[in-house]
């Protein structure tokens, strides 16, 4: 046996939520909804480490160790432009990833990887 | 609460007899204004209504409710599909800054009639219908604005403003910079054409089975750039998952175009349909940002305002694919 991980306690929160959520009513069965929701972002980002892919697309344009930052103080003095080779290629990679973690159902997600049409 | 004394006397003045109030029930209120149903009586006939009020003292850039109801009313006599203003609240009547209107029969949640089979007709005949309301409002001539206090200015100041906004909240969302960037470039110095309604979308309208019944919520209205209406109601956001079909939800681009223009719009551009379409994106994720502020700041703290938070990757995605593909 091991101590639970982070993902088993939000797990046990999760079910916890779900235990109590048939009892609640009006914006308290609301919010526990949305909290439910909440706790599943989180573990797809503990599981899928989205900055991994973020950090990857940002050294691409900008060398290692560029953050989204970095990206953005050229984007607004123009050093970097939609015409910029690899860059909305680059924020697409960025974005996907972000987007499987906090919306994986989000239909842009599907189209812009393919498996929606 | 609602002073129902008060609201009874000040709908006996307007109806010209006296009108009881039964009840009035809170249906939705936000950080700045608040909507009630109200059970009326007059001459022994039910009279449901409608009452909105602003929450308090109105926030800077943010129309009246004696404006919003002058509004309807021009709309109203310009042919456009709105609820009937009824009586509009003045400084002695303890009521705030508020107005009564008729309450319109049909179904307001937009995730309803554009999933029900009962609204199929009503789906069909809809985007021909925003068509014309949109097309008749901005035919509308200025002058009849003239007396009110609308902001207003070129397209291009308009989107400044938004990324002020953008940059005030310190936040880097690279997808954000790129398209305001694109944006700012494309969209024009012209001075305002029309009335534009500003929040024309799915959400603000009342459908009944034969289609469009009512266009709701004028408290963002401006003097401004027409294409905007017509931008606004195709972004992503406002279809509710119906993503397949870009107007709202219900309808394809080109029949909201040729509708707009065979009632009398301005021919549409399509590529400065798509940098409005742009501008609207941006205007929903700034939305979001506002909404997710509002917990970070601890202004109005709730786990719902957080998860908002997550909802600026989708608008993120939606721009980039929008600038990639030219439409979405």
């Given at each position: 046996m091991a101590v639970p991980s982070a993902t088993v306690l939000l797990e046990a929160v999760a079910a916890y939520l779900a235990e109590i959520e048939p009892g609640l009513t009006g914006r308290a069965a609301f919010h526990a909804k949305v909290a439910g929701n909440v706790l599943a972002v989180v573990a797809r980002e503990l599981d899928q480490q989205p900055e991994r892919a973020e950090a990857a697309a940002f050294a691409s344009l900008?060398?290692?160790?560029?953050?989204a930052a970095d990206v953005c103080e050229r984007l607004r003095d123009g050093?970097?432009?939609?015409?910029?080779?690899g860059l909305l290629d680059a924020l697409l990679t960025a974005t996907t990833a972000r987007l499987a973690v906090d919306?994986?159902?989000?239909?842009t997600l599907g189209r812009l990887t393919g498996t929606t049409r | 609460m609602i002073d129902t004394a008060a609201l009874a006397a000040l709908l006996s003045r307007a109806h010209g007899a006296p009108v009881a109030v039964d009840s009035v029930t809170a249906l939705s209120g936000g950080a700045s204004s608040a909507t009630y149903a109200v059970a009326a009586r007059a001459g022994g006939n039910d009279w449901p209504l409608i009452f909105q009020c602003s929450a308090a003292a109105l926030e800077p850039g943010q129309l009246s409710k004696a404006t919003q109801a002058e509004l309807q009313r021009i709309a109203a006599r310009h042919g456009l599909p709105v609820a009937d203003v009824i009586a509009v609240t003045a400084p002695?009547?303890?009521?705030?800054?508020g107005f009564v209107m008729a309450r319109v029969?049909?179904?307001?949640l937009a995730p309803r009639w554009l999933k029900g089979a009962a609204f199929a007709g009503a789906r069909a005949a809809l985007t021909t219908q925003s068509a014309t309301a949109l097309a008749r409002l901005h035919a509308v001539p200025l002058a009849e604005f003239a007396p009110l206090p609308l902001a207003g200015g070129t397209p291009r100041e308009q989107c400044a403003r938004l990324d002020a906004a953008y940059r005030s909240y310190h936040v880097d969302l690279p997808a954000f910079d790129l398209a305001f960037g694109w944006a700012t470039e494309r969209?024009?110095?012209?001075?305002?054409?029309a009335l534009v309604?500003?929040?024309?979308r799915s959400g603000n309208l009342i459908i009944d089975e034969h289609g469009l019944a009512a266009v709701l919520?004028?408290?963002?209205?401006?003097?401004?750039?027409?294409a905007e209406d017509l931008g606004w109601l195709c972004v992503?956001?406002?279809r509710f998952g119906h993503?397949?079909?870009?107007?709202?939800?219900?309808?394809e681009r080109a029949a909201l175009y040729d509708a707009y223009a065979a009632a009398g719009g301005a021919p549409v551009d399509r590529a400065m349909a798509q940098v409005w379409e742009v501008y609207g994106t941006l205007r929903w994720g700034m939305a979001c940002l506002q909404l997710v502020h509002d917990h970070l700041s601890g202004r109005v703290p709730s786990v719902e305002r957080a998860a908002i938070g997550r909802r600026i990757t989708e608008v993120e995605a939606d721009l980039l694919y929008l600038l990639k593909h030219g439409s979405i």
């Open positions: 900008l060398g290692p160790g560029a953050t050093r970097l432009t939609i015409a910029t080779p919306n994986p159902r989000y239909s | 002695g009547d303890g009521l705030g800054d029969a049909g179904e307001a969209l024009g110095d012209h001075a305002p054409a309604h500003g929040d024309f919520d004028w408290e963002l209205a401006h003097l401004g750039d027409p992503n956001a406002w993503w397949q079909l870009p107007v709202g939800g219900f309808g």
